[in-house]
Nanobody
Framework: QVQLVESGGGLVQAGGSLRLSCAAS????????MGWYRQAPGKQRELVAY???????NYADSAKGRFTISRDNAKNTVYLQMNSLKPEDTAVYYC??????WGKGTLVTVSS
């Protein structure tokens, strides 16, 4: 059973930065794509960014130029570096592995 544990969320002022981490259990981490999603209050969950096993990345338009996804296969961990945060980035951020497994999420709150 895969377990994903997110951390790094918190309260930050607009323009600030946060780095989210997602630690994954299991042996297949390096062979699957990893994604970060978010869900704001009253809205549907949406993709923020994903990274393939080969390291290719893709971002939602809202994240391009501000967020960077990366992975450390030796640590079974995926990161999301978020810069120039905006109040509209406020959401619970979830880690996803291979489209199948989800973490419980970490809350990011950006104050204006």
């Amino acid at each position: 059973q895969v377990q994903l544990v997110e951390s790094g969320g918190g309260l930050v002022q607009a323009g600030g930065s946060l780095r989210l981490s997602c630690a994954a259990s299991g042996r297949i981490f390096s062979t699957v794509f990893m994604g970060w999603y978010r869900q704001a209050p009253g809205k549907q969950r949406e993709l923020v960014a994903y990274i393939t096993s080969a390291g290719s990345t893709n971002y939602a338009d809202s994240a391009k130029g501000r967020f960077t996804i990366s992975r450390d296969n030796a640590k079974n961990t995926v990161y999301l570096q978020m810069n120039s945060l905006k109040p509209e980035d406020t959401a619970v951020y979830y880690c996803n592995q291979g489209g199948n497994y989800w973490g419980k999420g970490t809350l990011v709150t950006v104050s204006s």
